[in-house]
């Protein structure tokens, strides 16, 4: 069991904790928080697989795809905020509903 | 490089690792959502030290920067947008439109 | 059908599914990672021979800005296109607050700001040698600004029109730069081996002033130029998130 091989189980783990919620709640900012802790889980596993080369100097390709992906989860968690606010603006509540009102 | 680590290595970053899972958790099962955010932007600084342990340095300079700060400051206004301290707990949240909630000046001036 | 826990899907028979396949996905997720191979060397050789063509001496900026150019030029793309949907999201964005910037936050400002800036710069030009880059330096950067933003500093309309101008900048000078090359060398963002350290700090000082715009327009929540009193009074206009008057 090396560090990589821990570091990537506790991504694969973080991104099981992370889909469960997304699932589960109803609340609008904890479903982007809980995109956002399964986003870190992916990019964990991705720099986890990244370390194990048989030399000193780690893989940088994904490296660069996980900085991109943390840029990019960045603007998406701020848009997704910005909906999340004016859904509430507009509905009065920011927690979705089981039962639509017809 | 991947030689089976030693005692040190073991224990920080087994620490680490029990730490950030316990952080997931918490933040994501407490009801308070004020807490569920101080508690993400701490992830976020130790997903920082993961990086470094990862020997991924540009990744923990931007997961600092970006990912805790940023995000976590991101989620701070939202809450605050979300009437103050937001619940999400399935109480009865009354809808009453409170007069600074939103935008009370809906000034017809998307003039672009 | 039992409501267990406060904030939760209504339904445990829903709960106990979700769990269910999210724990089954869990650990084939984990049974592949643990057969995984030991060593992965292909990519991280081929970057490591190919850096003398590269222009810089940090791998990940190397791979980042000339090798895997494209997906940071997307990623720009990226940033600005959040930033239009935020402006579209949101009615009216910027609320005007009636009270007076604090006076801590002003002194924390100006003995800070400097030290912002520098440190933005410093991060961006270093990523040539060491962990750093233009996104990095947008971050520190986009701290600055975001520390402005809350310390209620008016900004009047010559900054407001140059934010907008700026968020765009840092696409802008990419595509130039890409379409410059496609016409030199036939291919679209290959850089000419002589010019390529030059070209990719063109890119990423136009790239980290785009980035920290953006990410402090995401932060003010909406755009700069649409605050109600930069039409009304003219020439200032106080870009704050709303106070919490009521608790």
Known sequence: ????????????????????????????VKKILALNVAGSGVFLFLVATANQTSGPVPDPVPHAMVLTGIVVAVSATALALALACRIHQVTGTARLTENEPE | MDEFPNLADIAFDGILALVVLVLAWKLLRSPNLFKAVVLFISFGLMMSLAWIRLKAVDIALAEAAIGAGLTGALFLIALGKLEGNEHSDHKNNDTNPKSHEGNPKMASGSSD | MTRKHGDSLDSRTGRVMAAISVLALTSVLGWTVWTLPPFSDRMQRLVASNMAISGVENPVTAVLLNFRGYDTLLEIGVLLLAALGVFSAVPSPVILSKSTPSPILILLLRLLLPFIVLAGGYILWIGKYAPGGAFQAGAILAAGGILLSTAAVPFNRFATKTMSIAMGIGLLTFIVVA?????????????PVAQAGTLILVIEAAATISIAIILTILFIGGNPEESPTAKDEGDKAFIIERDNTTK
């Open chain 1, 1 to 28: 069991m090396t560090i990589s091989l821990l570091y990537a189980l506790v991504g694969v783990v973080l991104l099981g904790i992370g889909l469960y919620s997304l699932i589960i709640y109803s609340h609008l």
């Open chain 3, 179 to 191: 379409l410059a090359t496609m016409m030199v060398r036939g291919n679209f963002l290959q850089y």
